[in-house]
């Protein structure tokens, strides 16, 4: 089965191309960051508009880069929420004619869902069950993953998502946006041993988190020791976000018996958390999976993928319209095969 996967939910355009018998044939990504940073964070309707502009492109792009045409294809996959409503609506839009005109199925893919099974498109690609963390934007997630769909969520955030600390910590440093990356670069030449940040949460005896607090010690402390002490101060900061995530993850993998554990979305390109989680989980006997790193941002690559499980068992929208999900909860998806 051939499909193509769009994704628009945020600030990037992903287009790609999934074969379900020879894998991911192409794909390609346009970001917004450049545009958005002007404004330190992401403007919706400026992301809306740019989405209308590049998804046709990068559609060409692909096609051409596959080698393949449209009238080869089996079905397009987009994604339907969760997201920014007017961004979700370009993608929707673009992949619901598409495959109207050239007379195949569409299927909307959860934006979450596509980055859990992310790592799955890699070649070595985890067996189910596994626990997966979910670290993507505004969410943050711990999920007991049994197959496609069948998700249980075992904690999530309470308040902020690691991610949005990461871009509000950037903001407090006069850092740059995206703040993930931003703060990573800082802190990397600073020393995380220099100040004691809390760990919220980490022995709560649950799988929920909290990174409220986190940040507003980070703005004390940046308040008291000054701009001389941002690379520390960041530095800190991560580390001990770190804590939390690979505390949080392990313990959960242990309390559902896994030994594989799955890390998907954008900080889980974090270099600190890669490296720490991995040599803690190997430690529990956990073997780790991340997704390629150019796939831990939002990609059509991974919406192509989840697209082609839903569409293989004969999942498909019916109907003209092209209804969105902004808000849309994981564990609320329909198994794949029932």
């Known amino acids: 089965?051939?499909?193509?996967?769009?994704?628009?939910?945020?600030d990037?355009?992903?287009?790609?191309?999934?074969?379900?018998?020879?894998?991911?044939?192409?794909?390609?990504l346009h970001s917004q960051v450049a545009m958005h940073s002007e404004y330190g964070g992401v403007v919706?309707?400026?992301?809306?508009?740019?989405?209308?502009?590049?998804?046709?492109?990068?559609?060409?792009?692909?096609?051409?880069?596959?080698?393949?045409?449209?009238?080869?294809?089996?079905?397009i996959a987009y994604t339907q929420g969760p997201g920014l409503a007017g961004a979700l609506l370009v993608g929707a839009g673009m992949a619901r004619a598409l495959a109207y005109a050239l007379g195949i199925p569409a299927v909307g893919v959860h934006h979450l869902e596509g980055?859990?099974?992310?790592?799955?498109?890699?070649?070595?690609?985890?067996?189910?069950?596994?626990?997966?963390?979910?670290?993507?934007?505004?969410?943050?997630?711990?999920?007991?993953?049994?197959g496609v769909g069948r998700y249980a969520l075992l904690g999530e955030t309470l308040d902020d998502a690691a991610g949005e600390a990461f871009d509000k910590t950037a903001q407090l440093l006069g850092l740059g946006?995206?703040?993930?990356?931003?703060?990573?670069?800082?802190?990397?030449?600073?020393d995380p041993d220099r100040f004691n940040l809390p760990r919220p949460m980490l022995n709560s005896g649950d799988f929920d988190f909290s990174f409220s607090g986190l940040k507003t010690a980070v703005l004390t402390l940046q308040k008291k020791a000054g701009a001389e002490a941002a690379a520390d101060i960041a530095a800190?900061?991560?580390?001990?976000?770190?804590?939390?995530?690979v505390g949080k993850s392990v313990a959960a993998c242990v309390h559902a018996g896994s030994h594989r554990l799955v890390v998907a979305g954008g900080v889980g390109a974090n270099a600190r958390l890669r490296e720490q989680l991995t040599r803690e989980a190997a430690a529990r006997g956990i073997e780790v999976f991340y997704p390629r790193l150019e796939f831990c941002t939002d990609n059509g690559?991974?919406?192509?993928?989840?697209?082609?499980?839903?569409?293989?068992?004969?999942?498909?929208?019916?109907?003209?319209?092209?209804?969105?999900?902004?808000?849309?909860?994981?564990?609320?998806?329909?198994?794949?095969?029932?």
């Open 301 to 338: 690559a991974m919406i192509a993928f989840a697209g082609a499980q839903r569409l293989a068992v004969g999942a498909a929208d019916g109907g003209m319209a092209f209804p969105v999900r902004p808000r849309w909860e994981l564990a609320a998806l329909e198994a794949v095969g029932g």
């Open 1 to 10: 089965m051939l499909v193509l996967g769009v994704e628009s939910s945020c």
């Open 236 to 245: 800190a900061f991560q580390a001990a976000a770190v804590d939390v995530l």
């Open 44 to 75: 919706p309707e400026l992301a809306s508009r740019d989405h209308i502009r590049r998804v046709l492109p990068l559609t060409r792009k692909v096609m051409a880069e596959s080698g393949r045409t449209l009238a080869e294809l089996d079905g």
């Open 177 to 190: 946006y995206p703040g993930g990356p931003a703060v990573a670069k800082l802190a990397a030449g600073g």
């Open 115 to 146: 980055h859990l099974l992310s790592p799955l498109i890699s070649d070595t690609p985890p067996q189910f069950p596994f626990v997966a963390l979910l670290v993507s934007g505004g969410h943050t997630q711990l999920m007991q993953v049994s």
């Open 12 to 28: 990037e355009t992903g287009v790609a191309l999934y074969d379900t018998e020879g894998g991911l044939l192409a794909h390609a």
